[in-house]
Structures are given as C-alpha cells and as structure tokens.
C-alpha cells in the first residue's frame, strides 16, 4: 500500500491564483480530512468527508472548496489564493467510526502564497 | 470547544535518559487520543492510540497513558536516542464514536532533542 500520498510536495502561487491540491489513498478509508499547520497554531482541520459524495466544513474553511466523487481521492481546491493561505497542508484518512480509528497522514504539501 | 495542550513546548535530554511528554486537553468526553511524532519537513507518523475505555499502550521503548477524567495523557520514552529527535504531538478524537466524528484536535506539539 503506497498510504495517503499528496501532490504537489511544493508550490509558490500569486494572491488571486487558483490551484488544486491532489490527495489520495489506497486503503479503502471511508473518512478523508485536510489540516493546515500553521506556526504556533498547530494543526486545523479544513473539511472532511465521511465518505464519496458526503463533505462537511471544519473549523477554517474558508477559501476553500473540496468535493469527493470516489473513496479513493479528495481534491483541496484554493479559489482565490491569498497570502494568509500560506501554510503546510495534510492530507488524512481513516477508517471510519469503526474502531480502531488510527488517522494516517500524507507527507504535506508546503504552499507559499506571494 | 476542546483544547489541546502541550507543555513544555522544547525539551532538551541526553541520550540515555527516560523522559515523559505531556498532553492535556479540557473535554473528557474523547474517544481516543493518538500520538504521533513529525521530522522537520516531514508529515505525521502514527506512534500510538489509546481507546478512551483503555488506561495504556505500548510500542517498543514508547508507553503512552491515559486519565480521561483528569484530562491528561503522557507519553513515556525509555532510553532516549538520538534518533527520537522530533515533534510529538497528541490528537484527540471527540465522543460518540459517530460517523463523521472523526475530526481530531491537535496540541501544538513537543519539540524533542536527545543529546548525544
């Protein structure tokens, strides 16, 4: 199993640039979730899914946008990027309610916003 | 609002040494906490869960405790390497065990150097 993979590792955009932040896994995990990790802030959840065709807002969802049209992938999608979006992104994945629950993380994706 | 906190925030030790991280967090209607341990530039490794219904967990050198009623988890280390240099940080997982409830709350972390 290749786990929670994202792409791109890296990317520089300009304020008003859209862009899509790819993320996927090979586990057959119903729950999806993106986290920025900001300095001194820890990590925040973006939006989640809890399965294809279901998303829900998590506590900085704004500028933000996802869909999940299989299990497998859930796309980020940044509207307008602006400056404060300039953070790392993570993507995870879990199971589901079942237990055990262990969330596996991708290796991030460092965006920076000029 | 859960909040999840991390003291100290840097920890320095020599190599050798068995040394306790802390995590504490101000709601005890969890579902399970989680460990995990991040490199500099690097995502999040899975180090251990702990089920609210469970006291601890154990992998190799680490042992990670759990008082839901007193709100607290630590994560114990034993013989420190140079190698456990990293971030720790706790995650908890809010009650009931329902779908969609699946978001964690982070602490802001633990920053480990073992001295050689």
């Known amino acids: 199993n290749a786990g929670v993979t994202q792409t791109p590792k890296f990317q520089v955009l300009k304020t008003g640039q859209s862009m899509t932040l790819q993320c996927a896994q090979d586990?057959?995990?119903?729950?999806m979730s993106w986290y920025r990790q900001d300095p001194g802030m820890g990590l925040r959840l973006i939006h989640y899914?809890?399965?294809?065709?279901?998303?829900d807002q998590g506590e900085v969802p704004n500028g933000y946008n996802v869909s999940r049209s299989t299990t497998e992938d859930f796309p980020l999608r940044l509207l307008s990027a602006a400056p404060s979006q300039t953070s790392v992104y993570f993507c995870?994945?879990?199971?589901?309610?079942?237990?055990?629950?262990?969330?596996?993380f991708g290796p991030g994706t460092r965006l920076t916003v000029l | 609002k859960q909040e999840v906190t991390q003291i100290p925030a840097a920890l320095s030790v020599p190599e050798g040494e068995n040394l306790v991280l802390n995590c504490s967090f101000t709601?005890?209607?969890?579902?399970?906490l989680q460990w995990f341990r991040q490199d500099p530039g690097k995502g999040l490794t899975s180090l251990l869960l702990?089920?609210?219904?469970?006291r601890e967990q154990t992998s190799g050198r680490l042992n990670a405790s759990l008082d839901k009623s007193s709100g607290r988890s630590t994560l114990y280390i034993a013989a420190s390497q140079p190698g456990d240099s990293a971030t720790y940080l706790c995650?908890?997982?809010?009650?009931?065990?329902?779908?969609?409830?699946?978001?964690?709350?982070f602490g802001t972390g633990t920053r480990l150097t073992i001295i050689p």
């Open positions: 899914s809890v399965g294809a065709g279901i998303t």
């Open positions: 995650a908890v997982r809010p009650g009931p065990a329902n779908f969609g409830n699946e978001k964690l709350t």
């Open positions: 702990i089920q609210s219904s469970q």
């Open positions: 995870a994945s879990s199971l589901g309610a079942s237990e055990p629950n262990e969330q596996f």
């Open positions: 709601d005890s209607a969890i579902y399970n």
């Open positions: 586990m057959n995990h119903e729950y």
